[in-house]
């Protein structure tokens, strides 16, 4: 009993940590409608600054608590000046764009922690005055932990007294409900927004910080409190405050019980949870639908034209460059194109459900990764031949996708995107923690292909054959009727089911579809590489396709081939050229977000456009 | 006091305003009438700075507004009404008007919640009621009165008594006329004819983004043939 009491009290002192941050993340989304991911890293500086700053200013018992109040008013004005200087500039993009963007700034925050602070885990001052703990039922019960305690109610309170007692907070809410009106009534969103990036990273920066004499900082921590964060904001509700404590609570104390009560499957917990919260009530607990939240990514004026002439030359030329590479590249380079050749058919799936199907996946990784596991599993535990694990790759990761549309039913925008998540996390802890049949973080070695298709110019082949035939497939598809059914029910739902359309069924099928052909990726992956590890399904793979498919264009049917080509090559080549990869990459994506919002292949579009004279689109 | 010059603006590719001119002087209340879609709601968006001006002058108090954020426009003195009223509904009544206050100008009438609440006294029962649980009518008045926490020099009211009960539009007649006692300039889009010659002294008749008929509201009165041609259905 006493044991249940202390492990009741440990949730809530990890419910405060979670709900700092996460109130943070709830209340930018609420006002910018940004999904932030870069807020974990603001939670990551937090955390570095107050080392820095508890180390360097450690002057009494106000150095570490001035440490802490500095590192997250520092944090909250790099989240203020990142709202400035980026964007802002890019609010009329679709809010796809923005996601892309704060990843990013994640890229680089990560790189630029490295190299302030270096690779190793740093170990925070303990807080002066708190170092003792007191005994409740007997237990031993750290003091500083009953701070934290305190902390988490105290941040509710004074945010809703701030929400509903004071001006500023009225016009928040205000523009929450709706921005055009809020501006036409003279307010000025443009510094609301600011002002609210300020305080949603102070929040974070709070929260990193008061890790310090918590756990060890390191360079993952961001990451990692991001995903969960995400998992609050979605349980409690996008924008409800109050919401958010009460999921940070719910899910800290899953937390705390289920690890004493199911070890093995902690991390499916959460994520289960957060599926049926989602699934029973689409909104969050304490959440409300939003009015004029965009239900899809792309603008509905985005019309697919039939490919030009010198598109199709391109495409000619493109395969004939594709025939003839063996033989004009090395080894080396053939191995990156034979990736590329892969990579093209995970980012094309994707790119098949977020363009014409206008639904955003976080969690495309999940059935690439399926289709890897499944080709994997059957080729070193039954032996089977790599054919038979290339056929049953696209079949399970089909299924698998067929299964979360059939669940996820109706839910669309950044819920279904959360959804999406879930289940990619979902996959990942399974794969994580079942080392028996998946081999954990060891992954499963020797998925080698047979002898004829072992030399690279043959698996090259191989690849280029099934990727090529997959992505044409899917190319017919949004071409054909259930393209334009798929896209009716994108631009207009309740229209597209007035003339007979079951838009529901529609996107499952499509889901059904995306997934089997990221599968099919996932098959030739495992092989190519020779194993499998969980990474495959991991969020940053999925963030890998949401990438490819943003820089090249989700308007673009060719976008996704475009952008999984220059992301890779860029990536390949950052790699070889510079440690600081991430950083390189990181401003390279935050440049082009900014230069081509629309994607490359939207850009090229558009230029071919204006050469043509067709009147410029306005920039609404 | 207002003066569009030439406006043109556009829905994506399609082409809403083609070359809109139109004044309104200090004190008046003028009519914009038309259809469905010929174009009023738009108009007044442009000169809000809802929708971009795509060529063409917004002169307001001598300046060009063109291309201005709406913020900007509204703290010059433009207060705006919409059509579908759009209340904050999370947000009490207080609220609702707190978003819209601005300091007092010189040169227009000063409005406190108190002399609102004067002017609607149904408001001043519902003070801490959220707007998303009021009547269409009294949405109307609640959207009026925040604009008005605005202190503007000119109102744009599109479509005041849409969709409200005949008693109600009465009742907005009387209160666009005691605001333009007041001394605040107005401009109204409007369909219903009978609501627009009891308040306006002026009306512009516009169809497929273009001004047919300008002239004082007993002149459009008199013109059965404009009236029938453009107006009815």
Redesign the interface.
């Known amino acids: 009993m006493e044991f249940v009491a202390v492990q009741f009290l440990n949730g809530l002192a990890s419910a405060s940590s979670l709900f700092l941050v996460a109130s943070g993340l709830s209340i930018i989304f609420g006002v910018t409608r940004i999904v932030n991911f870069a807020h974990g890293s603001f939670y990551m500086l937090g955390a570095y600054m107050a080392w820095t700053l508890a180390t360097r200013l450690s002057a009494g018992p106000l150095g570490f608590w001035g440490a802490i109040i500095g590192a997250a008013l520092a944090v909250g004005v790099l989240g203020a000046a990142l709202e400035v200087t980026i964007l802002r500039r890019i609010y009329r993009a679709p809010e796809m764009f923005q996601l892309l963007a704060t990843f990013g700034v994640v890229l680089v925050v990560e790189d630029l922690a490295l190299l302030i602070w270096g690779p190793a885990d740093l170990l925070g001052p303990r807080a002066p005055g708190l170092r003792g703990a007191v005994d409740i039922f007997g237990q031993r019960f750290p003091e500083y932990e009953l701070l934290l305690i305190a902390i988490g109610p105290l941040v509710l309170v004074l945010l809703w007294l701030l929400f509903y007692r004071t001006r500023w907070g009225t016009l928040v809410r205000a523009a929450t409900e709706d921005r055009e009106m809020a501006a036409a009534l003279g307010v000025d969103q443009r510094r609301l927004f600011t002002a609210v990036f300020f305080l949603g990273s102070v929040l974070a920066g709070l929260g990193g910080a008061l890790q310090l004499p918590r756990e060890t900082i390191n360079l993952n921590m961001g990451f990692a409190t991001v995903v969960e964060a995400f998992v609050v904001v979605v349980v409690g509700g996008l924008g409800s405050v109050p919401g958010a404590y009460l999921a940070a609570f719910l899910i800290a104390e899953l937390h705390a019980f289920g690890i004493l009560v199911f070890p093995k499957i902690t991390l499916v917990l959460i994520f289960l949870v957060m599926a049926v919260v989602l699934i029973v009530r689409p909104h969050g607990l304490l959440g409300r639908p939003f009015v004029g939240l965009p239900a899809s990514v792309v603008s509905p004026a985005a019309v697919l034209r039939p490919s030009s002439p010198a598109a199709r030359w391109v495409g000619a030329i493109g395969f004939v460059a594709l025939l003839a590479a063996p033989f004009a590249l090395g080894d080396y380079a053939l191995t990156v194109a034979t990736e590329i050749a892969i990579l093209v058919l995970f980012a094309a799936s994707l790119h098949f459900i977020m363009g014409p199907g206008g639904m955003v996946s976080f969690g495309h990784a999940a059935y690439f990764g399926l289709g890897a596991y499944a080709a994997a599993l059957v080729a070193s535990r039954l032996a089977a031949p790599m054919v038979a694990g290339l056929f049953v790759a696209p079949v399970v990761a089909g299924l698998a996708g067929a299964a979360f549309g059939w669940f996820s039913g109706r839910l669309s925008g950044v819920y279904l995107a959360m959804l999406t998540l879930a289940f990619a996390q979902i996959c990942w802890s399974v794969a994580f923690q079942w080392a028996e049949l998946t081999g954990g973080d060891n992954g499963i070695l020797g998925v080698w292909p047979p002898a004829w298709a072992a030399p690279a110019a043959a698996y090259y082949y191989l690849a280029v054959a099934l990727s090529l035939s997959a992505v044409l497939l899917l190319r017919r598809a949004i071409r054909a009727p259930f393209g334009y059914a798929l896209r009716a029910g994108r631009d207009a739902p309740l229209r597209a089911e007035a003339i007979g359309i079951d838009v529901a069924a529609t996107r499952r099928i499509a889901f059904a579809v995306a997934a089997g052909s990221a599968g099919l990726a996932g098959g030739l992956f495992a092989f190519f590489k020779g194993s499998v590890f969980p990474t495959y399904l991991s969020i940053p793979r999925s963030v890998d396709g949401l990438l490819m498919v943003l820089l090249g264009g989700v308007n673009s049917v060719s976008g996704p081939v475009i952008g999984a080509i220059v992301y890779t090559g860029l990536g390949e080549q950052l790699v070889r050229f510079t440690d600081y990869w991430r950083l390189a990459m990181g401003v390279a994506i935050i440049a082009l977000v900014l230069a081509f919002p629309e994607g490359i292949a939207g850009f090229a579009a558009r230029l071919a456009d204006r050469r043509r004279g067709a009147p410029a689109e306005d920039a609404r | 006091m207002l003066r569009l010059e030439a406006v043109h603006a556009?829905?994506?590719?399609a082409h809403i305003l083609a070359g809109i001119d139109l004044a309104v002087e200090r004190g008046e209340a003028v009519v914009l009438l038309g259809r469905n879609g010929a174009g009023k709601t738009t108009t007044l968006k442009a000169a809000?700075g809802?929708v971009?001006v795509?060529t063409g002058r917004v002169v307001f108090l001598g300046a060009d507004i063109a291309g201005r954020?709406?913020?900007?426009i509204?703290?010059i003195g433009i207060g705006?009404v919409?059509e579908d009223r759009?209340i904050?509904?999370?947000?009490t009544v207080m609220?609702?008007l707190?978003?819209?206050?601005?300091p007092p100008r010189r040169d227009a009438p000063t409005w406190t919640v108190e002399r609102l609440f004067g002017l609607f006294p149904n408001l001043a029962a519902m003070r801490d009621r959220p707007g998303g649980r009021m009547s269409g009518g009294e949405q109307q008045m609640l959207s009026i009165a925040?604009?008005l926490m605005?202190n503007p020099r000119l109102v744009l009211l599109d479509e005041p008594v849409e969709g409200l009960a005949p008693a109600i539009v009465e009742e907005m007649a009387r209160t666009v006329l005691a605001l333009k006692r007041e001394g605040l300039t107005v401009l109204l889009s409007e369909q219903n004819l009978a609501f627009a010659r009891l308040v306006a002294d002026r009306a512009y008749v516009i169809e497929k983004g273009q001004l047919r008929f300008s002239g004082t509201m007993a002149a459009l009165m008199a013109d059965a043939a404009a009236r029938t041609r453009y107006l009815s259905i």
Do not use: S
């Open positions: 556009y829905y994506g590719r809000m809802l971009p795509a954020a709406a913020h900007e509204a703290r705006y919409p759009r904050f509904a999370g947000l609220e609702n707190a978003v819209g206050r601005q925040r604009t605005g």
